[in-house]
């Protein structure tokens, strides 16, 4: 191993503690991997192989990697380790066989791509990772200083389960006012991929047109992956069965983990609304199972950001000033840091706060469905669907026509909203498409 | 229970004596001749006590919460009513008929995703120009002259649901001499004609006072300082020097600004000291007499800044705190709990405004705030987002150096 190699792995282990690079650490950084690039790349099984194993190892509990690693991101945050269910993250790249028939879809190319890591969950962007190294490309990470360990991890575990796989990941992290560092690794990327709301990657529309790295074939070097919104749907037959406690409970972990702050978390249930008064019933079933998992299994985080507090705040005292005056909105809360149940008859597709806040609205029809998710088309990532073999087919049918035109990247069952496969098109798949593209 | 007992007798006691004109009346009494702490928190309870009665929104609320108003023996254990509130819920005393002159005065709604704008009706706007008056005199002119005045927002007459032109009309009415011009309408304001007539104050050496909005300041100093640009440019192509001091309008010594309203409406927002120093470059005005209001639609009273010129304090612009009347009372609370929290701490600001006793008076803002001595550092709105995505970390690279 070489000095540059024992650097950048080193830097990998300097970053659990947030310690961040001098610029030649990244120069460093990029000299090394694009060392790697030139040499012969492992064979593509090799690669599917060390990653399979480094996620099996990240994404278990039970396993001493993966306690660790969730154990210190749930120390940091003040958070229970229950609510960061990495296996979940993880899951799409632990089954070799799958992971290699998905690494068989993309182009080999060899290309140093820099990721800026996105703060909000632990894991977040590992499809993008994981994808870029199978297609033989070498990536730098740029995690942000909320959550530096995740990554770190990944690319010790790397390097650990197979020396020449993890010889192509340099991780880094530094705080976002060091704009010098994050200059200097979009300076000697090929492309960056960035994580952040859309306003912000609008204005990066001059990035795209310069500044990173060598002309490329018409292929975007920036690849941007913005704010976006996930639901669930739900069919009045599907409340109306056996399963609807069941569902319930669903719901409610599924609005429970990660605490909603990845963009697969549900924001709003849509209901199908029979009598009048389901919705509402059910939203008071969910606000129960909401509270039974905060006292029991998944406690809230210790203590909340002032920020995410006033958002909470915010949302708990419109509702509860409406509800005094409108029969067509409930509030349902736990006391703050816990969870928030909103029942608005009427409203559109509503995006939350976070951390267990969940509007539930009824549709009548298909149509009443669309008009509601209408102001998120275009910003869906997923829509988690239950529906009944009851519902007729030419009503699912219709639903499922509504759904598409979000433009949702992802359509499953609920308890599948948070653990995408690996060929999920993350924000309509513009980055898969392009290392799919010759 | 004997303690339970007699605590509901107290409350009803006090209920009963409190009848409408009584509490008016104390407030009014209080607000113009100030009383001590104790007093102030005495009174506070039972207007408090009345507005539970006579408001039945608040009533329900606290009934909501599972208050029980007689065991509210601290103005600290007042339930807050969000200022979400007026947006959805009727808060005004029902005891009476509205006055003739009763006011309706609207949020601007401005508030990111919120439609709807506030409503909150005054029954008794002498309370509320006591209020307003008597803080304006102490914070802007506490030298007790009367000056020119201009106003960079509409004057009541031009908008009569704006609490901000309500409030300058009477600023205006108590404080002004002859010499005003109102040169804003609700298109906006007329620039050219404020240049006009702050020039036409300068040849005279008639000390002005300006009124406005922050933003409305902005547009003020950006029009001057583009004419300084235009004037020093046409200069040095006649090879004359220019100078920067004979290009801004040098307004004579006394003259004021009171800004208010901060980031709303602006792209690129004008920080305090930024106010200060461009009001000092271009109007000539000495910093101390740059003073910040902070008010809402929903409160009849109002904060301005502690500078030289209205205490004894002297904090740099930046870091300047702003004093509330004696019958203004302030928190920080825990946005979770809506306790208050330590002294020094960050929370979220609210206030017992004596002045609102015909609808609520714990309010529960949505800025942040704490409390240092006497005064409130304002910390403005709290950053949050409606929508969660991968989003957290792509602004650093987008502010990255060119």
Known sequence: ?438 | MVCDTVVVIIYEAVVESVSLMTILDEVLDFIQRPGSREGFDALALRVFAYQVDHVPAYRSYVAALGVEPAAVRRVDQIPAVSTLAFKYAQMESLAETPATQARLFLTSGTTIGMAERGRHRVLHPEIYRASAIGHLRRMMFPDGRRLAMIALHPTAERMPESSLSQMISWCIEEFGTAELACVATREGIDVAKAIEFLRGCARAGAPVCILATTAACAKLFAALTESSTERTSRTRLLGARGSRASLAIVLPAGSRLMDTGGAKGQTAPLSAAEVAEQASRCLNLDPALVINEYGMTEMCSQLYDATPFNSDRSEPTAARVKLPPPWLKSFVLDPGSLRPVADGEIGLLAFFDLANVASVSMLLTEDLGVIDGGGVRILGRAATGDARGCALAIAEFANRPP
């Not at chain 1, 792995?9 to 690039?37: G, K, W, Y």
């Not at chain 1, 068989?104 to 990721?115: P, S």
């Not at chain 1, 019933?281 to 920020?307: Q, S, T």
């Not at chain 1, 998120?376 to 699912?396: H, P």
């Open chain 1, 1 to 438: 191993m070489c000095a540059r190699d024992r650097r950048v792995r080193e830097s990998a282990t300097l970053n659990s503690t947030s310690v961040a690079p001098q610029v030649d650490e990244v120069f460093a950084a990029e000299f090394s991997l694009r060392a790697v690039l030139a040499a012969n790349a492992p064979p593509v099984e090799c690669v599917a192989a060390a990653i399979v194993a480094t996620c099996c190892q990240l994404g278990s509990i039970e396993h001493p990697r993966g306690c660790a690693a969730v154990t210190a991101i749930a120390a940091r945050w003040g958070w229970s380790a229950l609510s960061l269910p990495l296996d979940r993250v993880c899951a799409p790249w632990s089954e070799f066989d799958r992971v290699l028939a998905f690494a068989r879809t993309l182009r080999a190319r060899r290309e140093l791509i820099g990721f800026i890591m996105p703060a909000n969950l632990p894991g977040a962007g590992l499809h993008e990772v994981a994808a870029a190294i199978l297609a033989g490309c070498a990536v730098i990470i740029k995690t942000a200083a909320a959550e530096p360990i995740f990554f770190a991890e990944f690319a010790r575990a790397l390097a650990e389960v197979d020396a020449a796989v993890g010889a192509r990941i340099a991780v880094f992290s530094w705080g976002r006012k060091q704009t010098d560092l994050t200059k200097a690794m979009s300076a000697r990327c090929d492309r960056i991929v960035a994580f952040g709301d859309d306003g912000t990657i609008a204005q990066l529309e001059p990035a795209r047109a310069s500044g990173l790295g060598q002309p490329d074939r018409g292929l975007s070097r920036f690849v941007g992956f913005g704010a976006r919104v996930s639901g669930i749907v739900v069919t009045a037959g599907a409340i109306g069965g056996a399963g609807r406690d069941a569902l319930a409970e669903t719901i409610a972990k599924e609005v429970s983990v990660f605490e909603q702050r990845g963009c697969l978390s549900p924001h709003h249930l849509f209901v199908g609304e029979t009598d009048g008064l389901a919705t509402r019933d059910f939203a008071e079933e969910i606000a129960a199972a909401l509270e039974r998992l905060a006292r029991g299994p998944l406690p809230p985080p210790r203590a909340l950001a002032l920020e995410d507090a006033i958002a909470i705040r915010r949302v708990r005292e419109a509702a509860r000033w409406r509800a005094l005056s409108e029969q067509s909105v409930r509030l349902w809360e736990g006391a703050l840091p816990g969870w928030t149940i909103v029942y608005d008859r009427d409203a559109a597709f509503t995006g939350g706060p976070g951390f267990r806040t969940l509007t539930i609205s009824p549709f009548f029809d298909p149509a009443d469905l669309a008009r509601r998710l209408a102001p998120v088309t275009g910003r869906v990532e997923a829509m988690g669907v239950k529906f009944s073999t009851a519902d007729s087919r030419d009503y699912l049918a219709e639903l499922r026509e509504v759904i598409g035109r979000t433009g949702a990247s992802w359509i499953c069952e609920p308890e599948r909203m948070q653990s995408p496969p690996a060929d999920w098109p993350h924000g309509g798949g513009e980055f898969l498409r392009m290392l799919r593209a010759s």
